[in-house]
């Protein structure tokens, strides 16, 4: 995607089934608490 995004680069759609299941991913200070750091 970096070297060429307009040519050979890709993007793609997520759709969720259940778009209440982002509230349980986590936030920035969360995800370095649950590394231990």
Do not use: C, K, Q
């Not at 259940?18 to 995800?31: Q, T």
Request: proline share 8%.
């Amino acid at each position: 995607l970096e070297a060429d995004p307009w040519g050979d680069g890709w993007l793609f759609d997520v759709r969720l089934s259940d778009p209440e299941e982002l509230n349980e991913l986590l936030d920035p200070d969360e995800y370095l608490a649950s590394m231990g750091e």
